[in-house]
C-alpha cells in the first residue's frame, strides 16, 4: 500500500506541477496580451495626439490666412475712409467760401436796393441772379473753389 500511495502521490506532484506550469504559462500569455494591448493603446493614442496636433496646425495656418484677410480689408477700408474724410475737407471748405460768397452776393443786392443805383429793383435782382448763376457754374465746375474774391464786383457796382 504504501508503494501505491506513493506512487499516487507522486503523480500528483507532477500534476500540480505541471498545472503550476500551465497556470505560469497561462499568467505569461495573459501579460504579453496585456503589454500587446497597452502597447497598441499606445499607438493609438499616439495617433490619436498626432491627428490633434495636425488639426490644430491646420487650424492655426487657416486663421493666419483669415487674420491677413481681415488686416488687408481694415487697410482698405481706413483708406478708403481717409480719402473720403479728405474729399469732405474739401467740400466743407467749399460750402464755407460759397456761404460767404452768398452772403456777399446778399449784401451787394441790399446795397443795390438800397442806393437804387440807377436801376430798377427787377434789375438788380437780374443783375444778382445773373452773377450767382455765372459764379455756382464756374464753382460746380470745377474741382476747387474760384478764391477770386466777390467783393471786387461790389466795388465795380459802386462806380
Known amino acids: ?46 495617433l490619436r ?4 496636433l495636425d488639426d490644430l496646425m491646420a487650424e492655426v495656418t487657416k486663421f493666419r490666412k483669415e487674420n491677413n484677410q481681415i488686416i488687408t480689408r481694415i487697410n482698405f477700408t ?6 473720403i ?3 469732405n475737407s474739401i467740400i466743407r471748405a467749399q460750402i464755407a467760401e460759397l456761404s460767404h460768397r452768398l452772403q456777399s452776393l446778399n449784401e451787394i443786392i441790399s446795397f443795390l436796393n438800397a442806393n437804387n443805383g440807377g436801376f430798377g429793383i427787377e434789375e438788380n435782382y ?10 455756382m457754374n464756374q464753382s460746380c465746375n470745377s474741382h476747387f473753389v ?6 471786387g464786383i461790389a466795388n465795380f457796382l459802386q462806380y
Do not use: C, H, W
Open 1 to 46: 500500500m504504501a508503494s501505491s500511495s506513493g506512487t499516487s502521490s507522486g503523480s500528483l506532484g507532477l500534476q500540480n506541477s505541471g498545472s503550476e506550469e500551465d497556470l505560469q504559462k497561462l499568467m505569461d500569455q495573459r501579460k504579453r496580451k496585456r503589454m500587446i494591448s497597452n502597447r497598441e493603446s499606445a499607438r493609438r493614442s499616439r
Open 49 to 52: 495626439k498626432q491627428k490633434q
Open 78 to 83: 481706413t483708406q478708403n475712409y481717409l480719402n
Open 85 to 87: 474724410e479728405a474729399e
Open 126 to 135: 437780374s443783375i444778382a441772379d445773373s452773377a450767382y448763376n455765372n459764379f
Open 146 to 151: 474760384n478764391q477770386q474774391p466777390v467783393v
